[in-house]
């Protein structure tokens, strides 16, 4: 069974950084988009951040674009979410997924594998 393991989130003040990571245990995944997507308590999940595998090209969220990078390093299987200038509205659980083609989708229904999420928490 593929699994995405996440990591990296925790508390961080109003400005500060984090950064998370996600890889497959059990597969590589390398030739699909990978996407970030965000959860916070009685909201839907949303869409933050894609990137396609092959040549790194990018997509983001209007809320985030500026403050955070997406990137893979293909040696590691590793995505990656560089989040700068962290504000309270971004506390969310951060989920990375796997997309079913290799440009990334905005919607979450085009992603086939989750991660089980990181708990983001930002304060003012």
């Known amino acids: 069974q593929v699994q995405l393991v996440e990591s990296g989130g925790g508390l961080v003040q109003a400005g500060g950084s984090l950064r998370l990571s996600c890889a497959p245990s059990?597969?590589?995944?390398?030739?699909?988009?990978k996407g970030w997507f965000r959860q916070a308590p009685g909201k839907e999940r949303e869409f933050v951040a894609g990137?396609?595998?092959?040549?790194?090209?990018?997509d983001y969220a209007d809320s985030v674009k500026g403050r955070f990078t997406i990137s893979r390093d293909s040696a590691k299987n590793t995505v990656y979410l560089q989040m700068n200038s962290l504000k309270p509205e971004d506390t969310a659980v951060y989920y990375c997924?796997?997309?079913?083609?290799?440009?990334?989708?905005?919607?979450?229904?085009?992603?086939?594998?989750w991660g089980q999420g990181t708990q983001v928490t930002v304060s003012s």
């Open positions: 059990g597969g590589s995944f390398s030739r699909y988009a």
């Open positions: 990137i396609t595998w092959s040549i790194g090209l990018t």
């Open positions: 997924a796997v997309g079913s083609t290799a440009v990334p989708s905005r919607n979450p229904g085009e992603y086939n594998y």
